[in-house]
């Protein structure tokens, strides 16, 4: 059984450039989550898809977008980059239909903007 | 809003020694409770979980009691190894929502 994967796992921007990054949910779930966890710190919520749609937005700017699928992956893009927003992009997925609120994480995204 | 305050690092212990690492929080409502692992360079692991008062979840020698009465889900495991190591993150989610609310995490050292 495929656990959360995500897509790249390193990656280096300059400021002002856009970036897209990827994630697959573990089989069975259906929603997907987005955090950011900069250096030394806890994740930070960015967003939640359910049935393509955000389902609820954290504290961030509109810079931060994303979509989700039919098949359930998701993208998380974010333009304008800010020297700021260099951190471990982490990816969770759940089953909201299922009713299974335990999120599941996957290897992360680490970004760079330099 | 929901929130979470986990005790401050680092800790460093030789092994076989008890660790405990305090979580308490703030939530409207009555939340699930977990404990999740980062290993260097990793993503999160969930370590264990509770989603009642008074539930306990336990993993790889881990335990943790969702207490309603003090709002705390202290992490414990007697007898630690050089493999745990890590840093913990106490987090909750609203059964409403599915959002997750981390604490700032524990860096757990420990020595041969």
């Known amino acids: 059984d495929a656990g959360v994967t995500q897509s790249p796992t390193h990656l280096i921007k300059t400021r002002g450039q856009q970036v897209t990054l990827r994630c697959s949910p573990k089989?069975?779930?259906?929603?997907v989550s987005w955090y950011q966890q900069a250096l030394g710190q806890g994740p930070q919520f960015i967003f939640q898809?359910?049935?393509?749609?955000?389902?609820q937005r954290g504290n961030f700017p509109d810079r931060f977008s994303g979509h989700q699928f039919p098949n359930y992956s998701s993208e998380l893009n974010v333009n304008a980059l800010l020297l700021g927003d260099s951190a471990l992009y982490l990816c969770?997925?759940?089953?909201?239909?299922?009713?299974?609120?335990?999120?599941?994480f996957g290897p992360g995204t680490r970004l760079l903007v330099l | 809003g929901n929130s979470v305050t986990q005790m401050e690092g680092p800790v460093t212990l030789s092994e076989e020694a008890f660790l405990t690492i305090n979580c308490t929080y703030t939530?409207?409502?009555?939340?699930?409770l977990f404990w999740y692992v980062q290993y260097p360079g990793e993503g999160l692991q969930l370590l264990l979980k509770a989603t009642k008062a008074d539930d306990k979840g336990s993993n790889k020698g881990f335990e943790a009691t969702y207490r309603k009465e003090t709002t705390s889900f202290h992490l414990e495991k007697g007898s630690v190894q050089v493999s745990d190591s890590a840093v913990y993150f106490c987090a909750l989610s609203d059964h409403n929502d599915y959002k997750l609310s981390f604490g700032a995490g524990t860096t757990v050292t420990v020595r041969a």
């Open positions: 939530a409207t409502g009555y939340p699930s």
């Open positions: 089989s069975g779930h259906d929603t």
């Open positions: 969770a997925s759940s089953s909201l239909a299922g009713k299974q609120e335990t999120q599941y």
């Open positions: 898809y359910y049935e393509e749609e955000e389902r």
